[in-house]
């Protein structure tokens, strides 16, 4: 590991989630019955939470215990994965075989927890500041669009609470800022995972502030709900898998490039690139002098990718 500051160095110096004190709560009188607390969980809409829930709800998403195992696993080959499909899918098999020979021979498994998209998501976007051959230029320029998305969350989720997550994003990308090159990937994994529910969240609201806020792009793919319904149950909601529309508007509001490499069953005779992989790139993506972002998804999850060297 690389000798990094130490006050970034442990889990527990990471930014405590704010507490309300007692000085704060109104007075009651003895005979007066106080309400029962509600339970805060997951699926409670955002925009319903007080700062005092926030709080609560932001350490329980650090301090589950299931957040403390190895959401991001160490690179692996990619013909483990085959293994696991020769009794089953062949149509998958030669898709892995079409990546193997194309160079693509390793990943990273994500954890199965409906958040391996934003998560995988989160640290690719990460890893490729820290392998831009210009990360000052490279991390400015992310950072600015980062800033330009400000006013469409604020418009989205008052009171700023956006800004609860995100300045662990900002965080880790002062991190890298300031140690370059000599902050290794593995390193840049441990960092993220101290905190990868807040920038994972992070990222979920992103998207949604995008479909909220720009909804003319993403209304013909959402059926039997209205706009806001939709983006608290199938994007705010913690444990929500995402489908094309959130990854799309991801995209949108990061503008950044996404190759996604999908193992289908139903692919039929010779394997060509059209059949495994799908990019989505918006117009004004600002990463085109990148390597793009590389999912491996399956029904259900995404992979990390990794590519050719």
């Given at each position: 590991?690389?000798?990094?500051?130490?006050?970034?160095?442990?889990?527990?110096?990471?930014?405590?989630?704010p507490?309300?004190?007692?000085?704060?709560l109104?007075?009651?009188?003895?005979?007066?019955?106080?309400?029962?607390?509600?339970?805060?969980?997951?699926?409670?809409?955002?925009?319903?939470?007080?700062?005092?829930?926030?709080?609560?709800?932001?350490e329980?998403?650090?301090?589950?215990?299931?957040?403390?195992?190895?959401?991001?696993?160490?690179?692996?080959?990619?013909?483990?994965?085959?293994?696991?499909?020769?009794?089953?899918?062949?149509?998958?098999?030669?898709?892995?075989?079409?990546?193997?020979?194309?160079?693509?021979?390793?990943?990273?498994?994500?954890?199965?927890?409906?958040?391996?998209?934003?998560?995988?998501?989160?640290?690719?976007?990460?890893?490729?500041?820290?392998?831009?051959?210009?990360i000052?230029?490279?991390?400015?320029?992310?950072?600015?669009?980062?800033?330009?998305?400000?006013?469409?969350?604020?418009?989205?989720?008052?009171?700023?609470?956006?800004?609860?997550?995100?300045e662990?994003?900002?965080?880790?990308?002062?991190?890298?800022?300031?140690?370059?090159?000599?902050?290794?990937?593995?390193?840049?994994?441990?960092?993220?995972?101290?905190?990868?529910?807040y920038?994972?969240?992070?990222?979920?609201?992103?998207?949604?502030?995008?479909?909220?806020?720009?909804?003319?792009?993403?209304?013909?793919?959402?059926?039997?709900?209205?706009?806001?319904?939709?983006?608290?149950?199938?994007?705010?909601?913690?444990?929500?898998?995402?489908?094309?529309?959130?990854?799309?508007?991801?995209?949108?509001?990061?503008?950044?490039?996404?190759?996604?490499?999908?193992?289908?069953?139903?692919?039929?005779?010779?394997?060509?690139?059209?059949?495994?992989?799908?990019?989505?790139?918006?117009?004004?993506?600002?990463?085109?002098?990148?390597?793009?972002?590389?999912?491996?998804?399956?029904?259900?999850?995404?992979?990390?990718?990794?590519?050719?060297?």
């Amino acid at each position: 590991m690389t000798n990094l500051d130490p006050a970034l160095s442990d889990a527990e110096d990471a930014p405590a989630a704010p507490r309300i004190h007692s000085s704060e709560l109104p007075d009651v009188e003895d005979d007066v019955v106080p309400p029962a607390p509600r339970e805060i969980n997951e699926d409670t809409p955002l925009d319903s939470l007080s700062p005092a829930e926030i709080a609560a709800l932001t350490e329980k998403m650090l301090n589950n215990p299931e957040t403390r195992t190895k959401l991001i696993a160490e690179i692996t080959p990619i013909s483990e994965l085959r293994a696991e499909y020769l009794d089953g899918s062949q149509s998958v098999v030669r898709q892995l075989d079409w990546l193997h020979a194309h160079g693509y021979t390793q990943f990273r498994r994500a954890a199965r927890d409906g958040n391996c998209f934003y998560r995988s998501v989160a640290f690719s976007y990460l890893d490729r500041l820290l392998q831009a051959p210009n990360i000052p230029v490279t991390v400015a320029c992310f950072r600015e669009v980062l800033a330009s998305k400000e006013f469409g969350l604020t418009v989205a989720f008052q009171d700023e609470i956006h800004k609860e997550f995100s300045e662990q994003l900002y965080t880790l990308m002062q991190l890298i800022e300031d140690f370059g090159i000599a902050l290794t990937t593995e390193d840049l994994l441990d960092k993220l995972l101290e905190v990868s529910d807040y920038v994972s969240y992070f990222f979920r609201l992103l998207a949604s502030a995008e479909i909220r806020t720009n909804p003319a792009p993403y209304r013909d793919f959402i059926f039997d709900q209205e706009i806001d319904s939709f983006c608290k149950s199938q994007v705010e909601a913690v444990d929500s898998e995402a489908d094309h529309i959130p990854m799309m508007a991801l995209c949108n509001a990061l503008r950044i490039t996404l190759k996604l490499a999908t193992l289908s069953s139903h692919v039929q005779g010779d394997v060509q690139e059209a059949d495994v992989f799908t990019v989505i790139s918006p117009d004004d993506a600002m990463d085109k002098d990148l390597p793009p972002i590389l999912l491996l998804f399956r029904p259900g999850h995404y992979d990390i990718l990794l590519g050719p060297n």
